[in-house]
Protein backbone atom coordinates (compact mmCIF):
# COMPACT_ATOMS: atom_id res chain seq x y z
CA UNK A 1 0.00 0.00 0.00
CA UNK A 2 1.44 3.53 -0.73
CA UNK A 3 1.83 6.28 1.64
CA UNK A 4 -0.50 8.71 2.10
CA UNK A 5 0.92 12.41 0.45
CA UNK A 6 0.09 15.82 2.48
CA UNK A 7 -1.97 18.16 1.12
CA UNK A 8 0.59 21.07 0.40
CA UNK A 9 -1.99 23.27 0.19
CA UNK A 10 -3.44 22.57 3.69
CA UNK A 11 -0.09 22.11 4.82
CA UNK A 12 0.87 26.22 4.16
CA UNK A 13 -2.60 26.70 6.00
CA UNK A 14 -2.39 24.77 9.11
CA UNK A 15 -0.36 23.52 12.03
CA UNK A 16 -1.04 20.94 14.25
CA UNK A 17 0.40 21.68 18.34
CA UNK A 18 1.67 18.60 20.47
CA UNK A 19 -1.10 18.78 22.26
CA UNK A 20 -3.49 17.94 18.60
CA UNK A 21 -5.08 21.36 18.00
CA UNK A 22 -4.91 22.87 14.48
CA UNK A 23 -4.53 26.46 14.46
CA UNK A 24 -5.17 28.47 11.13
CA UNK A 25 -3.89 32.13 10.35
CA UNK A 26 -6.31 35.05 10.33
CA UNK A 27 -7.47 36.55 7.51
CA UNK A 28 -7.35 40.12 6.49
CA UNK A 29 -3.66 41.04 7.39
CA UNK A 30 -2.27 41.29 4.03
CA UNK A 31 -2.90 44.28 2.50
CA UNK A 32 -4.48 47.74 3.81
CA UNK A 33 -2.86 47.67 7.12
CA UNK A 34 -2.98 51.84 6.97
CA UNK A 35 -6.27 52.08 8.13
CA UNK A 36 -7.04 48.77 10.74
CA UNK A 37 -6.08 49.72 14.41
CA UNK A 38 -3.02 48.79 16.24
CA UNK A 39 -5.37 46.38 18.08
CA UNK A 40 -6.88 44.84 15.51
CA UNK A 41 -3.77 44.11 13.69
CA UNK A 42 -1.69 42.20 16.94
CA UNK A 43 -5.20 39.89 17.59
CA UNK A 44 -5.26 39.04 13.67
CA UNK A 45 -1.26 38.48 14.44
CA UNK A 46 -2.42 35.36 16.51
CA UNK A 47 -3.51 31.71 15.18
CA UNK A 48 -6.73 30.50 15.86
CA UNK A 49 -7.88 27.06 16.44
CA UNK A 50 -10.25 25.31 13.97
CA UNK A 51 -13.42 23.85 15.23
CA UNK A 52 -15.34 22.77 12.59
CA UNK A 53 -13.31 21.00 9.72
CA UNK A 54 -10.63 19.82 11.99
CA UNK A 55 -11.25 16.05 11.15
CA UNK A 56 -10.94 16.55 7.23
CA UNK A 57 -7.45 18.83 7.58
CA UNK A 58 -6.07 16.47 9.63
CA UNK A 59 -6.54 13.82 7.04
CA UNK A 60 -5.57 16.25 4.73
CA UNK A 61 -2.34 16.73 6.84
CA UNK A 62 -1.74 12.94 7.39
CA UNK A 63 -2.35 13.06 11.09
CA UNK A 64 -4.84 10.35 11.48
Request: glycine letters at 4%.
Amino acid sequence: MPKMKTHRGAAKRFRVTRTGKVLHRHASRAHLLQKKTSSRKRRLARANEVTAEKKNILRLLGKR
